[in-house]
Structure formats: structure tokens, C-alpha cells
């Protein structure tokens, strides 16, 4: 077994153990990346001398005999739009195509604790909106397992890395769906904390009262113990929460007796692929074996998610991007003889069309005459989402659903028409408009050898429930495969 | 139709965009059928529904009154795509 | 003539105020960065008030307090539960292109401003009074300084962030004489919470003005014009002037008044509209999703509330029913806290008010006011001004003497004792050595003495004077008078 595609925790116990040296660990991951990223690309910036300078100095701590952390050199990607200071950051823009952060996020800050190796900046959907990484300013991501698919988005760089073996383990965020979605396409474990749980200092905003960060692994053990580091308050956020964080490595219980799974009716929607279903079906089945007690349920307001989502998440984002204007950073046009025209022009060359087009549907639904029958509405209707799922969870644990109605689609198939595109998104948005825990896992592969991913979603701060039915759902599945490229 | 060319005209000028006529010709019926589509939420009642713009049951959130965090001038201006005087340039305002 | 308008004027003018205060907290208003004094460009500085991704605001809690005590001074009530909204709009000086500040849900609502005028007491509606953030600062390059004559501008974003409030009067101000009152009313009570320098030369006080005009007597508000620019209390009043003159002329003439933004042009002494911009602002406010929401309960109210010092209001009319001070004496002390403070200082060690008083408004604050400073920054000290105090009130020196002495002791920070001692001021009241003196003015008035004599009364002031001019005035007059009487029975 090549040493890039182990996870975490086996490369741990092999760096204790003496086995094999960080140096090693980390040129294994770099190698893999000049083997296939040129097809990949799932990176817009390698960073190999710092990655292993970096190696070294945990090799002179193992020799020292420093014990080492669960993330003590371990090969890391961070999607472009989080903040490393002084390596640049570009959200896949060309309007921010030379912008060095001054500045850490504070996932980088607590990653830094723990001594790990960044490997480099990941590539996405321009500023994380899009559901395919097409619309990227540095070129598509491809599906490692079919590089003439899409990987899924806006995550779709960090999914690849660690479905290629690029990286061990990523840093994504998910605003609709961003880090599930191409977990699922990719076959990768994709997790979306609780709303609050992970500080969105230092990740460039696209939806404020949506984004969260969250990490794609191999296994739900990494995913529990990258939930441990990146995971806690934040002074730097007012919407960080001020609780004390669990230890999620201790909800890795391969037990779900008594567990009452719902299904959502609404989300098993009308063209969904008829092998997901089956996958997801199966996986239902095995719950059942497993002593869970398995229920169809509904959501009335469900079926309205998706139209919230892309009425709340455009409108914020307007907001947000307004600040890139060519003043005090990025991309400037210069030709421009007057301040307007300098900002008409900076942004219209700046910014890729997807994201002109959200910009201009959060502008209208904000805007004056409209604002109430688009943004207040829409903030009432998740309301009464956001009750339905109250109620929906005193009765059951998790729910459980397709993460993607289809396997990953070829690139180009929907990129010309928005609406099929946003379609990507139904069963994962639920998630982001009520703050609910998620993770896609993956549940097994189509006959043309894509993966099928598993969403499972939990109540508020319900982390344990979410993290053991994936833990044992994962165990009993056995989804072991890597893509052949 | 929900939006009409002018109302794309009108909107850009909002977001400080600049569509060619042709791009407007090419975007007005994307963002109609967005619009329409997304407009779909008007069925549902929200009578004596108060709206939540935060999901967390979280509540002042404070900072102290003490000076931190605060980069250098040079930091501040790194990344600056002009800079004169120690301070950034813009072009005349219009 | 009633309430300063003229009965038989066929329009009257309704004006609104907005007042800007920019807050003295150590830190701005969303970071952890200083306000700046004037120091180099951009040196105050961090990703969230330059506006960099992923930053994000965190509330400064002493701001929120200071706009507590504000709302509270303003009579208004504390809203339990109050938001920020955003501003969306896009300027060179905005880091973020839009500004946090709030809207539907301010901080505090309907409260109000009593203000003396003299004649009568005017009580100006406050309609709201909320918090947001100052934007940065542009310096327009070229030669005549003005926006559209320049080759571009220069963005430091040291004031980008400064913690502002907001003041918004209802349209209950009639003349731009109540402007100016309501305006100095308004800026002594700031200063008496200490929260703001609320200095209009330095910026850190702003106003505008919202200007309509209607048919006397007539319910409703006309198209009103927003003047902008009023950059003193002086220019507030001229800039109302001319404004209100001008709506009237439009309106006599026939013509419609034109709603607009208008700016103050000092210069010309006229309002002039700015050119651009005649569509109006859609801000597309919405709550700001990065802030939570402030829950202010009564407790924090009230514990704000104990913080807050008597306001000159209260002080009037316990200087008024206290220490017998007349109205004007007493808003004279009271009406700006450094004069209160000194006042109430003095009277620790000097216990009649009214020597106090008369001492402070008249030489004292002449002198003061010659030197262009405040009576609290001279060198004399309330426990100095005390001492001289008691000194006139024991006798050994006269009021005339008192002056001088006093004069000296601003000038140069001496005490009175010192002062007294080191020019031999001290009154002399010995009966021998008085009486040794007039003798001798006696002797070398013969002349006089024998007017006096044969009854022209009127002589004895004459022979007084002398005896005062031996002494340099310091024979203490009561005794001379007295003696000199006696000796020319």
C-alpha cells in the first residue's frame, strides 16, 4: 500500500513506530501529485520546499523522541478560499489571482499546533459557488475516477486530492452542499459540523449564516480526529459557538441498535439515478440488519429548501464580494480613467459568470421593492424549515438520503444551464439552512465504477449521532477502493 | 417575465457590474428563470412567522475594549494594486 | 413674535438634525485597533477594518455602553433587543463596501432634548440614536482640493472603523436660532457623558440637516432637501439660513422645491446641489449575519445608568434651589460639565456660592476667555481661588486689591498669599497706624479740613482719598472712614 493513500492515523502509527520517515510520507504525496495532477488538478499551488523542510523538522522531533500529534505531519491541502498568510490565496478568481492573505485562519492557526504539512492550495468553484469546479479561473478539477467527469463542487479540489492520494486528508467549506457533494462524487468522507462549531475566520465568505469549513478524509477515524483540531471557539467570530467541544473520536462506535433513521420522502427526488437509489437502499438495509429501526418520513417545507437556499445564499454573497473592488487588493483593472468605471471594469473582468450571476440575483432579491417577497420571505420559510427539522428530530436520530441524485456527471453536461446545475444541491442544502451536522460517506460504486455517496444529517450539535451511524454504516459497507489513475 | 433587460441594466449598475448588450441579451433569461423558479416560495404561508437570520440561539457577543490585532503599515498597504503616499490610489470619483 | 417665528410669515420652516459623534473608546468599533491621532497614513490597521476576505466583526462592548448612556441622556427608550444591519454601497472609503450599522431595530428610540432658549424651553423630538462605524478617510489629489477637480484620491483607512453614533431629531426645529441651541445643548451633554471630545473642527461631531418648508400652520412636511457640509455650528446656522430663504423664494415664486442633496458652501456663504447622484441610494439594507443579536435587559440598563453623572439639567435646578443662583447664573456653571466641575470643586472649601459664582463668571472667565483657554486649564486652582476667597472675606485686603492680586495669580500661578506678601498688599486695618496716617493728611490739608468744617460735607471723601493714596489703597476704607469721621467732630 503506497503511503499516500493511507490515512492519518495508519501514517501516525508508522512515524511512531519508525517505519517510515516524515520525509518519506511527505515526497510519497508529492510524487503522486507530479504523477497525476496534471490531469487532476485538484491543486492551483504546490508547496513542496516548505512541505519538506517542514517533514524534516518532524523527523528531528521523532528522533528526539517527541511524541507527535494525531496530526503531526501529515500531508494536508486547504481549498483555496481559506487564508494562509503569506501564500496566496485566490478563491479560484482572477480578481484575487495575486492576493497574499496577512493572515491566518484559525483552522491554519490550530492546524499549525498540531505541526502539520500543507501541501498546497486546492483548487474549486470560483469563490465556492458551483456544484461541478468548472468554474474555476485556473482550469476544471477532474473526477479522479473518470477525468472526463466532474468531481463534484465547489470542495472539488480537495475531494480529488484525497481520492487520488494527493493529500491524506483536506480542509473544504460547505455552504449548499460544497464539501458533501464532491465527497460523494469522489468517494471520500466529506463533513459539515454544526453551524458555529468551526471559526469562518479567515475563509472568504460567501454565505455568512451558511458557510462552515470541514474535512475530507478516508475514514470516518481521520474525520473524527480532523473534527477534534479544527473544531472550538473563536474570539475572532461572533458566530463561533462557546461551548465545550466533545471529544468526537469517542462517538467511532461501530454500534447503531435502536437508532431510528428517517428518510425523507422529498429527497429521494424525480430523476435521481436509479443506482444511487439502489446504493442507499442497500445501506438502509444494512442499518436494519445492524439493529436500527429505518422509517420514511416527510418534511413538509422541504420541498422549498432549494429555492431558499438559492434566494439566502446569493443575497449574502452580494454583500460579501463587495469588497473586492480593486482598492486595497487583488486584481485592479487599470485602464480605468474614473472610480466607477474602475470598479465596472475590475469586477466584470475579475469575476467568472456563475459568479456574476449570483451577484445579480442576490442584488435583485436585497434590492428595494423586492427585498420582501424574496429575502424576508425566504428568511421565514427557513423558519419554518428549521421547526419542521426540530420536530423531525425529536423523534429520530439522523436522517439519512442520496447525498447526490446522480453519480458525477461529464464536465460541460450542465455548466450552460444554472437551474440543472443548482438541482446538485437538493439534498444537501437542507443541511446548511438549519445548521445541521452532515457527512457523505461513501456507500459503493455505479456499474461504470463511480462512487455513490451516503448523506447522513443530524440535530444541532449532534455530532455523535451523525459520527456513529457513519462510523458504523462505513465499517459494514467496506468501501475500500481507490481510482485507477 | 420576472426581469426585464432594463431591470438587468438597473441591477448591474447596483453591483457595480458592466454587461455588453450582447451579454445582457444572454443573461436576462437566465436570471428569469432563476427568479421564477426560486420565486416558488411564495406559496408558502409565512403569516405570524418571525423570521430568524441566525440560526444559533447566541447572544451578545463581545470584545473588550483593549487595543489588538493591529498589522503593520506594511502589511496593511502588501497588497495594495497601487499605492502612493502611504496610503491607496483610486482614480478620480465620478 | 412667538417661540422666535414671525406671525405673519406665510411659510415656516421645518428642520431635522443628524448628528454624527464619533466615539473616544480606546479601540474602534468592530477590531481591536486604536483611533488614530494624526499619525502616519494606515498604521491603524488589520483585515477587518480593511475589509480583507475572511475577516469578520467582533462588538466592542464599551461602545455599547457609551450608546447606552447616550440614549439614555436623550430620555429615549433602550430597545430590549437590537440588531446591525448592513449598508451596501460602494465608496473608495469603505473597506467592505458596505457599512455596519443598523436599521429597523436601533438601539434607542423616542426620546428627547429640552433646550433653553432663552425665552422659552424648546423640547426637540429624538427619534432614534444607534451605533455604527466610520468609514476611512480620502485625500483628493490636485490643485483646489475638491472631488471633481482631482487627479484621483488617496485612501488611508486609519478612521476606517471608529465607532460612531448616530442622532436623529424629529423634524420639530422651526429656526436655525433653535438649530444652533439644540446643537450646543446637544454637544454639552455629550460632553458631560464624557463619551466624545465632540469637537466640529476636529470631525469628530458632524451634522446635517434636513430642510422643508410648509404653509404656516398647515399639517404635513413639504419636499425637503438634505444640506450637507455644516462643518461648525456656525456655518449650521448660516447654511439653514440661506437654505430656508431660498425654499421660501422657490415656493413664493411658484415654483416646487426640488428634493436633493445639497451642500454648505462656506465661501459663497449659499447651499449648492451636488452634481451626481440623483437617483437615490437603494442600500439594500439587511441584518448584518456576521453579529448576533445585543439582548439589553433592565439590569444592564440600570447599572449604565448609575454611571451616568448629574446632567446639567439636574444641575441648574439644584444650583437654582440649592445656592439661590439666578437661571442665567446657574446655566452660565452648568451648561458645560469643565465649569461645573470647577464650581462644585471651589465650593468643597469656599461655602458661599455666590462669591463663587460672581468671581467665575466675571474676572475670571474675562481673563480666560482673552487667553482663548477654559478657567480649568489657567493656573489658577479652585483650592487658589478658595484661598483668595477667604482672605477678602477676613478683611486684610480690599475687592480692588482682590482684583489685582487675582490678576497676578493667573498670570503667573502664585497664591494670593504669596502674591499679597511679596507686594505688602495686605490691607492695613492697625486703628494706630490709620490714624497716625490721617493725622497727617489732616496737617497738610488744613485747607480742606476747614471746608469741611464750615459744611462742605462732600470734603471728607477728598481727605479719604488722600489717606488711600498714602496707603497705596491698602487702608482698609471701612476704618479709615470711620476714624476720619470721628476725628473731625
Known sequence: MRLNHLTAHELKKKMIDKEVSCREVVQSVFSRIEEVDGNVNAYIRVEKDSAIKNADEIDKKISEGEGLRDFSGIPIGIKDNICTKEIATTCASKILENYTPIYNAEVIERLNQQGYILTGKLNMDEFAMGSSSENSFFGPVSNPWDITRVPGGSSGGPAASVAAGEATCSLGSDTGGSIRQPASLCGVVGFKPTYGMVSRNGLVAFASSLDQIGPFTRDMEDCAALLNVVCGHDRHDSTSLDIEKPDYKSFLKDDIRGTKIGVPKELTVKGIDPEVKNAVDSALKIAEDMGAEVEEISLPNLEYALNVYYIIAPSEASSNLSRFDGVRYGFRNKDADTLRNMYRKTRSEGFGDEVKRRIMIGTYCLSAGYYDAYYEKALKVRTLLIKDFNETFSKFDVLISPTSPTTAFKKGEKIDDPMTMYMCDVCTVPANLAGLPAVSIPAGLSASKLPIGLHIMGNVLREDNVIRTAYALEKAIGFKNFPKI | ?94 | ?489
Open chain 3, 1 to 489: 413674535m412667538m417661540n422666535g417665528i414671525k406671525t405673519e410669515d406665510k411659510y415656516e420652516s421645518i428642520i431635522g438634525l443628524e448628528t454624527h459623534l464619533e466615539l473616544e473608546t480606546a479601540t474602534k468599533m468592530f477590531c481591536g485597533c486604536r483611533l488614530s491621532f494624526g499619525e502616519g497614513k494606515n498604521i491603524n490597521t488589520c483585515p477587518v477594518c480593511l475589509g480583507h476576505p475572511g475577516s469578520l466583526p467582533v462588538i466592542n462592548r464599551l461602545a455599547v455602553e457609551f450608546a447606552i448612556k447616550i440614549g439614555l441622556a436623550l430620555n429615549c427608550r433602550i430597545n430590549n433587543r437590537t440588531i446591525f444591519h448592513r449598508k451596501n454601497y460602494f465608496y473608495p472609503d469603505m473597506p467592505k463596501n458596505y457599512q455596519i450599522s443598523q436599521y429597523g431595530i436601533p438601539l434607542g428610540v423616542e426620546g428627547y432634548l429640552e433646550v433653553n432658549m432663552g425665552d422659552y424651553v424648546k423640547r426637540v423630538g429624538i427619534t432614534r440614536v444607534h451605533m455604527e462605524e466610520d468609514a476611512g478617510k480620502l485625500i483628493h489629489i490636485g490643485t483646489t482640493g475638491r472631488i471633481s477637480e482631482s487627479g484621483g484620491s488617496i485612501v488611508d483607512f486609519n478612521r476606517a472603523g471608529t465607532p460612531l453614533i448616530e442622532i436623529v431629531t424629529k423634524p420639530d426645529i422651526r429656526t436655525s436660532r433653535e438649530a444652533k441651541h439644540y446643537m450646543t445643548s446637544l454637544r454639552n451633554l455629550l460632553l458631560y457623558l464624557d463619551v466624545s471630545n465632540c469637537s466640529m473642527e476636529e470631525g469628530s461631531l458632524r451634522c446635517d440637516a434636513n430642510v422643508s418648508i410648509r404653509p404656516t400652520g398647515v399639517e404635513g412636511l413639504g419636499t425637503k432637501t438634505e444640506i450637507k457640509n455644516l462643518n461648525s455650528f456656525k456655518f449650521m446656522q448660516k447654511g439653514l439660513e440661506y437654505e430656508i430663504k431660498r425654499q421660501k423664494k422657490l415656493l413664493y415664486s411658484g415654483k416646487e422645491v426640488v428634493q436633493q442633496t445639497r451642500h454648505y458652501d462656506n465661501d459663497n456663504q449659499i447651499t449648492k446641489a451636488l452634481r451626481s447622484k440623483e437617483e437615490a441610494h437603494d442600500y439594500r439594507y439587511f441584518p448584518e449575519p456576521d453579529l448576533v443579536p445585543l439582548m439589553i435587559d433592565n439590569k444592564m440598563v440600570e447599572s449604565i445608568k448609575e454611571t451616568i453623572v448629574e446632567l446639567p439639567e439636574i444641575k441648574v435646578k439644584r444650583y437654582r434651589d440649592e445656592f439661590g443662583l439666578s437661571l442665567y447664573d446657574a446655566y452660565f456653571l452648568a451648561r458645560d460639565k469643565k465649569t461645573a466641575d470647577y464650581f462644585e470643586n471651589c465650593l468643597k472649601c469656599f461655602k458661599d456660592a455666590k462669591i463663587v459664582a460672581n468671581w467665575i463668571m466675571g474676572d475670571f472667565s474675562a481673563l480666560a476667555n482673552k487667553e482663548k483657554i477654559h478657567i480649568s486649564e489657567s493656573k489658577v486652582s479652585p483650592e487658589d481661588l478658595c484661598r483668595m476667597l477667604e482672605i477678602i472675606a477676613g478683611g486684610s485686603i480690599s475687592i480692588k486689591i482682590a482684583k489685582a492680586v487675582f490678576e497676578e495669580m493667573f498670570k503667573t500661578g502664585k497664591s494670593a498669599v504669596d502674591i499679597i506678601k511679596g507686594k505688602s498688599l495686605e490691607q492695613i486695618s492697625d486703628s494706630s497706624e490709620i490714624e497716625g496716617i490721617i493725622e497727617q493728611v489732616i496737617k497738610d490739608n488744613s485747607g480742606t479740613v476747614q471746608q469741611y468744617k464750615e459744611g462742605k460735607k462732600k470734603a471728607i471723601g477728598f481727605l479719604i482719598g488722600q489717606v488711600m493714596n498714602r496707603t497705596r489703597g491698602k487702608a482698609n476704607p471701612k476704618i479709615v472712614n470711620k476714624i476720619m469721621s470721628k476725628r473731625l467732630e
Open chain 2, 1 to 94: 417575465m420576472r426581469i426585464s433587460s432594463d431591470d438587468v441594466k438597473h441591477v448591474a449598475k447596483l453591483a457595480e457590474l458592466q454587461f455588453s448588450d450582447k451579454e445582457v441579451k444572454k443573461i436576462t433569461p437566465q436570471l428569469d428563470r432563476i427568479l421564477k423558479h426560486i420565486a416558488k416560495i411564495r406559496a408558502v404561508n409565512t403569516d405570524n412567522v418571525e423570521h430568524v437570520s441566525l440560526i444559533i440561539d447566541v447572544k451578545n457577543v463581545f470584545r473588550e475594549d483593549t487595543p489588538a490585532d493591529t498589522v503593520s503599515q506594511e502589511d496593511a498597504l502588501k497588497n495594495a494594486p497601487l499605492e502612493e503616499d502611504d496610503g491607496f490610489k483610486v482614480p478620480r470619483i465620478d
